[in-house]
């Protein structure tokens, strides 16, 4: 298998008999005009429906290719960025759908739209969208029942009952699944002092067998390598990406 980094969150999966592609926003090294040409079904799907996770130029490449399957967040229609025929399957938290070459299913979010488990060729792929454990850096600084305002989000949040319910989502996907042989998760040092915190939250819970840091646009590729210390204390591979369009072949092991 070979996993390809597109931008921000977006990645491109190519196993033996098909090509998965995650959360397509924006494309700066130019991956998915290759991918377009090869001879595989290609299986698109979008977490919800932010413009750094979903854009509508994804629906272009049907013109390009006959044998891609869209499978997206429900949220996308609700929130109008797309039409019910866009897609081939729409999918909210506790949907499934499986082909002979894939079985999906979506879990739920901290945020908008889905988590994602892809099982293929005998391999548990795991995107995780936007959940994660965002306020992780207000934690110290309130008490339960109260709520604290963030400049940057511009209101008043409760990290206590945000981490309860993202705590309460990997519960969820624990009952699905207790191990995945690829994890993509959100490292991202915008959300502050804390922000591996998620990741290592889901690293306690499941076995991993790959992880790999994404949503770390802006703080930049290095804010992301900060977990590998985590994940190194745990024998669980890494990858550092360096740049977009950058590919890590994946053991079969």
């Known amino acids: 298998m070979k996993l390809t980094y597109i931008f921000h969150s977006g990645?491109?999966?190519?196993?033996?008999?098909?090509?998965?592609?995650?959360?397509?926003?924006?494309?700066?090294?130019?991956?998915?005009?290759?991918?377009?040409?090869?001879?595989?079904?290609?299986?698109?799907?979008?977490?919800?429906?932010h413009e750094d996770h979903f854009t509508r130029a994804i629906l272009d490449?049907?013109?390009?290719?006959?044998?891609?399957?869209?499978?997206?967040?429900k949220d996308i229609l609700k929130h109008r960025r797309?039409?019910?025929?866009?897609?081939?399957?729409?999918?909210?938290?506790?949907?499934?759908?499986?082909d002979e070459k894939v079985n999906v299913k979506a879990l739920g979010s901290t945020d908008s739209g889905v988590s994602w488990i892809v099982e293929i060729e005998g391999k548990r792929i795991f995107h995780a969208g936007d959940l994660n454990n965002w306020y992780a850096r207000f934690l110290p600084d309130v008490v339960p029942g109260e709520t604290i305002y963030s400049e940057e989000f511009d209101e008043e949040i409760d990290p206590i009952a945000h981490e309860k319910q993202y705590l309460g989502e990997l519960k969820d996907i624990r009952k699905v699944a207790d191990g995945f042989d690829l994890v993509m998760f959100p490292i991202d040092g915008?959300?502050?002092?804390?922000?591996?915190?998620?990741?290592?939250q889901f690293i306690e819970r499941f076995k991993v067998g790959m992880f790999v840091?994404?949503?770390?646009?802006?703080?930049?590729f290095e804010s992301s390598w900060r977990m590998k210390e985590y994940t190194n204390e745990r024998q669980i591979p890494f990858w550092e990406i360096k740049r977009e369009g950058e590919t890590i072949l994946l053991s079969n092991g």
């Open 11 to 49: 990645f491109v999966l190519e196993t033996e008999h098909a090509i998965l592609v995650f959360d397509y926003w924006s494309d700066p090294s130019g991956v998915i005009e290759d991918v377009l040409q090869k001879q595989k079904p290609i299986y698109v799907f979008s977490s919800h429906f």
């Open 61 to 73: 490449w049907k013109r390009q290719k006959s044998d891609i399957t869209y499978i997206l967040s």
């Open 82 to 98: 797309a039409n019910k025929d866009d897609a081939d399957v729409w999918l909210a938290k506790g949907g499934s759908w499986s």
């Open 190 to 200: 915008r959300i502050g002092n804390g922000y591996t915190l998620g990741g290592r």
């Open 213 to 220: 840091p994404m949503h770390f646009v802006a703080s930049g």
